[in-house]
Antibody, heavy 117, light 109 residues
Framework: EVQLVESGGGLVQPGGSLRFSCAASGFTFSSYWMSWVRQAPGKGLEWVANIKQDGSEKNYVDSVKGRFTISRDNAQNSLYLQMNSVRAEDTAVYYC??????????WGRGTLVTVSS | QSALTQPPSASGSPGQSVTISCTGTSSDVGGYNYVSWYQQHPGKAPKLMIFGVSKRPSGVPDRFSGSKSGNTASLTVSGLQAEDEADYYCSSFAGSKKWVFGEGTKLTV
């Protein structure tokens, strides 16, 4: 059974940093592109970033480029998102999602990140 | 990267059909046959319902169908059931390995 479990979210001050992770199981993690998708409170979904199977290619939505870094550790079956210079508008539930056939076929339950002083 | 346009709400009675639209541009919806649809119940993670414009993943009822014409994709839910009440989001590949989601539609049954 495919499982994606996010952890490490929390409260961070504006301008601060936070790194959180997604633990994958039930499939060959190293064979799939992976993405982070976020959802601000009461709002819609927003694709944030994705990473190729071997980590050699990374893509970001313009609003986080230069501030966020996606990474992965295939030996640990884990996906990460490093957030720097965070802003209030980065407050959201962050979902880890697996890329299927030109779609996001499995999702984790999400981890809440709150940016506030 | 602008969000795809969806109606904020849609509704139908049990047994009826409802169609939700998703409008983008020639750079996303119109340019690729890579539109997908997601169902999200309150407090839950999104669930893939349609991929590749009109394909259903295993386990998704055939009451759910997808189509596309030009820059607009559509999700049709036939034979509405109470459990179909949820938020629905479209998504499209937008080139350069990037993705865009729709604004979301709240379906009331």
């Amino acid at each position: 059974e495919v499982q994606l479990v996010e952890s490490g979210g929390g409260l961070v001050q504006p301008g601060g940093s936070l790194r959180f992770s997604c633990a994958a199981s039930g499939f060959t993690f190293s064979s799939y592109w992976m993405s982070w998708v976020r959802q601000a409170p009461g709002k819609g979904l927003e694709w944030v970033a994705n990473i190729k199977q071997d980590g050699s290619e990374k893509n970001y939505v313009d609003s986080v480029k230069g501030r966020f870094t996606i990474s992965r550790d295939n030996a640990q079956n884990s996906l990460y998102l490093q957030m720097n210079s965070v802003r209030a508008e980065d407050t959201a539930v962050y979902y880890c999602a697996r890329h299927g056939d030109w779609s996001f076929d499995f999702w984790g339950r999400g981890t809440l990140v709150t940016v506030s002083s | 990267q602008s969000a795809l346009t969806q109606p904020p709400s849609a509704s139908g009675s049990p047994g009826q059909s409802v169609t939700i639209s998703c409008t983008g541009t020639s750079s996303d919806v119109g340019g690729y046959n890579y539109v997908s649809w997601y169902q999200q119940h309150p407090g839950k993670a999104p669930k893939l319902m349609i991929f590749g414009v009109s394909k259903r993943p295993s386990g998704v009822p055939d009451r759910f169908s997808g189509s596309k014409s030009g820059n607009t994709a559509s999700l049709t839910v036939s034979g509405l059931q109470a459990e179909d009440e949820a938020d629905y989001y479209c998504s499209s590949f937008a080139g350069s390995k990037k993705w865009v989601f729709g604004e979301g539609t709240k379906l009331t049954v």
